[in-house]
């Protein structure tokens, strides 16, 4: 590893991953030059634990299933690190971030972060450690402008440096996912009309629908 110079981050729960989860992936490596993106799936998520379904080895399949299949070509930088779903308490970004230092000669890192997230970021553990420790790239979300993100970070460590993503607008979330699994149909967000299950493989691939089927989740 002592050849590598950027490194992306990009951790979540992927409860379940979707195509704009890939898409954040691709859009990573390609816009910062990134050697290697490691993902990491939160083991437990301590900010979200009211709203996470499957457990942390299932996430952890399905993004696994989801890098793996008939699009790995576009993925072979990256990796997924099971260093938080190994722990038995909760998941600080700031403690990945210094596991992944502590392995060797890495000059840069890149911690990817939407901006509904990097804008709530004072209330994260440690979140000055975070900023110094690493460049920070958000996705755009929610309708949140990017200059109130900015500055927000910059309130915490004002030699942050701070990047954003372009062509990454997400049309589709896992609750969304959820909510249509549970209702047992499929979707197009194009047109706001249930269709047959068919519509999942747009934002969902068709073998994580499969092993969510399998495993009866999200019913």
């Not at 099971?82 to 998941?91: L, R, V, Y």
């Not at 890192?109 to 790239?137: E, H, Q, R, T």
């Not at 440096?161 to 607008?169: C, S």
Request: some cysteine; hydrophobic content about 35%; aromatic content about 10%.
């Amino acid at each position: 590893m002592s050849g590598i110079k950027k490194i992306g981050v990009f951790g979540g729960t992927f409860d379940p991953p979707h195509s704009g989860h890939l898409k954040i992936i691709k859009e990573s490596l390609i816009q910062r030059g990134l050697d290697r993106l490691y993902v990491v799936v939160s083991g437990d998520p301590w900010m979200k634990r009211d709203r996470v379904v499957a457990n942390k080895h299932q996430r952890q399949e399905m993004i696994k299933i989801a890098l793996t299949d008939d699009i790995y070509n576009d993925y072979k930088k990256v990796c997924l690190l099971k260093f938080e779903i190994n722990k038995d308490s909760p998941s600080y970004s700031y403690q990945t971030l210094e596991h992944l230092k502590s392995q060797g000669n890495i000059n840069d890192f890149y911690f990817i972060v939407g901006s509904d997230a990097a804008i709530n970021m004072d209330k994260w553990k440690k979140p000055l450690n975070i900023l110094s420790s690493s460049k920070i790239v958000c996705v755009p979300r929610g309708g949140i402008s990017n200059k109130s993100v900015k500055n927000k970070l910059l309130e915490i460590h004002p030699q942050a440096q701070i990047h954003f993503l372009k062509n990454v607008d997400e049309k589709i979330s896992s609750t969304t996912i959820k909510g249509f699994i549970r209702l047992g149909r499929g979707f197009d967000l194009s047109t706001e009309i249930s269709v047959p299950h068919s519509g999942y493989l747009q934002y969902l691939n068709e073998n994580v629908y499969t092993y969510i089927l399998k495993n009866k989740m999200y019913l």
